[in-house]
Nanobody, 115 residues
């Protein structure tokens, strides 16, 4: 069984930075994609960023140029560096990995950006 443990959320002022981490453990074979989603109160969960096994990345338009996704394959960990944070970035951020056997979600970490 694969488990994801997220860390790095918190409260930050607008313009500040946070770095989220998501470490995967368990029976991990062939991760094809790692990524981050977020969900603000009353809204649907949305994609923030993906990184593929080829290291190709994909970002939501709303975070391009401000967020950077990266991965450490040796540690089965994915990171999300968030700079120039805005109040509209406030949400619960969820990590997801896609394996050959299916997808696995983290428990979520709260990010709150004050104006």
């Amino acid at each position: 069984q694969v488990q994801l443990v997220e860390s790095g959320g918190g409260l930050v002022q607008a313009g500040g930075s946070l770095r989220l981490s998501c470490a995967a453990s368990g029976s991990i074979f062939s991760i094809s994609r790692m990524g981050w989603y977020r969900q603000a109160p009353g809204l649907q969960r949305e994609v923030v960023a993906f990184i593929y096994s080829t290291d190709r990345t994909l970002y939501a338009d709303s975070v391009k140029g401000r967020f950077t996704i990266s991965r450490d394959n040796a540690k089965n960990t994915v990171y999300l560096q968030m700079n120039s944070l805005k109040p509209e970035d406030t949400a619960v951020y969820y990590c997801q990995i896609v394996l050959s056997s299916g997808s696995v979600w983290g428990q979520g970490t709260q990010v709150t950006v004050s104006s």
